[in-house]
Structures are given as structure tokens and as C-alpha cells.
């Protein structure tokens, strides 16, 4: 299935002719008019060279003006082979489409409403025959019927016409047309960047993200800037001047070798506060001293998730090899 741009807004279009992948796009001067596009023909010349294939208007009140329209555009430089000439369904639009096509040139004709008018359209030898779903079914009407008509009507009696399914108005739409079969389908950027998007994915992709962190990134390329650490005699109060200014809930006590002898954290002071403490005390006054959990700087995340795991705490000291600390982990460091 052919999948169009629906826009006229020009870096909208440069950004979507990145992706590779798109057929071309389909413009309208209701849509230049919106974008403050005043010089049409200029305009269309710049998409012309930006997209692999252009569907723009080719208007007049008879066949013959509309087929000299036509030829005044290919006068600017387009190619009639990469250029698609939009023709609203009518009886003269339907000749024009058979002079044009006969000589060469790409039509498409759209605002369809009726099966009727597809047939007419597709026996015109029409490129394209384009009813507009989004408008069909504001006005109540069964539009994907009318499309799956349409499209069962090219494929029994064997048109060289395609089905465009056009105002698409959400992501259902796509579904439904792919669903149909229809042979292309144009659609608004802010529709076609929600069809890669589901809830589920972003969940599976953030899994498939950390799991692979935890398993190839060390400790040491994690841990903050930040290594708070006090020693034994400090009081309580300068271990919560340390835990602020690192930004953790809890600091690390070392000895005069800069070696783990305990830690001290936001739950220690919520006890000692309990217990009705004083934190202008010492440390060595106001808890018992526990020798911290800790983690090697050159060790896997994988192992620190281990670690919180099994022993249900928050924050594990980081140890170099010779056992001196170079930081804190705190859980959500592993987020």
C-alpha cells in the first residue's frame, strides 16, 4: 500500500521525505492558503523537487481548462510522470481525466462521495479515485463501505486504478484501510507519527533499555559526583549538613583511611528523634555503628540490583579494590 503525506507545510514535508519510505505527497490550496502560502506555483515547483511524487490540483470550470492547467504546470518543470493532476469527480473532470491520461499524464480523482462516481472515475482510467472518509462519515454516512466498494470494484473488474483512502482523521483510519486493502492511502503528519506508538512497546523498549544497563554498565560510570562521608566523632546534625549538600539520604562514616566503618542514614535520624536524641551529639554517642553494605566500583549494575534486592536497603556504599569509598549508589541511581 502507497502511503502519502497529507500537507502543505514545507519543513513538515522536508522532515517526513527523511524517512525514506514515503510515496509522495498530496496538497491542496485550502491547505497552502493555511500555511500563509501565497505563491502557489512557486510553491508547488519547490515540493516538486523535495518529493519523489507531487498530487496537486488541476481546477477549471470545463475539460478543456482543466487539461490547459495541467500543461501550464508541466510548463514550470514538472514532470507529468511524477506529478499527479487532483480533479474534483464531475462530468467534465471525468473527460479531462481521459485526455490527460491518454496523453500521458498521472489524474487522480477525488472528492468521491459515491460508488457511482468511483465507476465513472475508474472507466475515465483514472490513477487514483479518491473518496474522503474523515468528511463521509461527519456526515453520518458508512464511508469504509463505500471505500471497500470501491476497492472490490478495481480489483473484480480489473481497473488500472487505485483506491487513495483520504482525510484520514486518526490512526483507526489507517487500520481500517489496510483491513479494506486499498491500494494507497494519504495521511496528516499527526496522525502518521502516532503509528509506530503504543503503550506497550514504550514499556517492552524501556525493559529491553535497563536490563541491558544493568548487565553492561559498571558502578563506577553511575555513581554521582557527590561522596559524602563523615567520621565517627561528627555530630548528627553535620551528617544532615552532608546528606543535603550530596543530595542523598544518608552518608557513609570512614576511618582515617577513608575506609567504610558505618553509615549513617534518614532512617537513623527519624529513630533517633524518636528515642528523643539530641543531634548536636556525636555520632559514636547516638547510634550503634554497623559495618555498611557495600559494592566494588568495577562491578556490573546487575550486582548492586542484587544487593538492594536481598537486603531491602536504599543505599550501598562504593569500595575501589582497596576497599576505600568512592561514592554512594543510591536505587534510584539504577533508574
Known amino acids: 500500500m502507497e502511503l502519502y503525506l497529507d500537507s502543505a507545510d514545507i519543513e513538515e514535508i522536508r522532515e517526513v521525505s527523511k524517512l525514506g519510505f514515503i510515496t509522495g505527497l498530496t496538497t491542496t490550496p485550502t491547505f497552502m492558503h493555511r500555511h500563509g502560502i501565497t505563491d502557489v506555483d512557486t510553491a508547488i515547483v519547490e515540493l516538486s523537487k523535495i518529493v519523489e511524487v507531487l498530487q496537486i490540483e488541476a481546477l477549471g470550470s470545463n475539460a478543456e481548462e482543466i487539461v490547459k492547467e495541467a500543461y501550464r504546470h508541466e510548463a514550470l518543470g514538472l514532470d507529468r510522470k511524477k506529478t499527479v493532476y487532483k480533479i474534483p469527480i464531475s462530468m467534465e473532470g471525468v473527460k479531462a481525466c481521459k485526455k490527460l491520461v491518454d496523453?500521458?499524464?498521472l489524474v487522480n480523482i477525488?472528492?468521491?462521495?459515491?460508488?457511482?462516481?468511483?465507476?465513472?472515475?475508474?472507466?475515465?482510467g483514472a490513477t487514483y479515485v479518491c473518496p474522503l472518509v474523515g468528511r463521509l462519515q461527519d456526515q453520518g454516512h458508512d464511508a469504509i463501505a463505500l471505500v471497500k466498494q470501491c476497492v472490490e470494484a478495481v480489483n473484480h473488474y480489473k481497473y488500472n486504478t487505485k483506491i487513495m483512502f483520504s482525510s484520514v482523521r486518526n490512526a483507526e483510519h489507517v487500520r481500517n484501510a489496510i483491513n479494506i486493502g486499498v491500494h494507497t492511502i494519504t495521511?496528516?503528519?499527526?496522525i502518521m507519527k502516532q503509528l509506530t506508538e503504543n503503550n506497550f512497546t514504550t514499556i517492552g523498549t524501556q525493559q529491553?533499555?535497563?536490563h541491558t544497563r544493568l548487565m553492561t554498565v559498571k558502578v563506577g560510570d553511575t555513581i554521582r559526583d557527590k561522596n559524602p562521608?563523615?567520621?565517627?566523632?561528627?555530630?548528627v546534625a553535620n551528617c544532615l549538613v552532608e546528606m543535603t549538600a550530596g543530595g542523598f539520604g544518608a552518608v557513609t562514616i570512614v576511618d582515617d583511611n577513608n575506609q567504610a566503618i558505618g553509615?549513617?542514614?534518614d532512617g537513623d535520624l527519624r529513630r533517633l528523634?524518636?528515642?528523643?536524641?539530641?543531634?548536636?551529639n556525636t555520632l559514636k554517642q547516638s547510634i550503634t555503628i554497623k559495618k555498611p553494605l557495600t559494592v566494588g566500583v568495577e562491578e556490573l549494575l546487575i550486582k548492586?540490583?542484587?544487593l538492594f534486592a536481598s537486603h531491602k536497603v536504599d543505599e550501598l556504599v562504593v569500595i575501589n579494590k582497596d576497599d576505600k569509598v568512592v561514592g554512594l549508589l543510591d536505587i534510584q541511581d539504577l533508574v
Open 110 to 124: 477525488h472528492l468521491v462521495y459515491t460508488l457511482q462516481q468511483a465507476y465513472m472515475a475508474m472507466q475515465a
Open 187 to 190: 495521511v496528516p503528519w499527526k
Open 304 to 306: 548492586a540490583q542484587e
Open 273 to 280: 528523634i524518636e528515642k528523643g536524641g539530641d543531634i548536636k
Open 103 to 105: 496523453e500521458g499524464f
Open 208 to 210: 529491553f533499555e535497563e
Open 263 to 265: 553509615f549513617f542514614s
Open 229 to 235: 562521608t563523615v567520621k565517627i566523632n561528627t555530630t
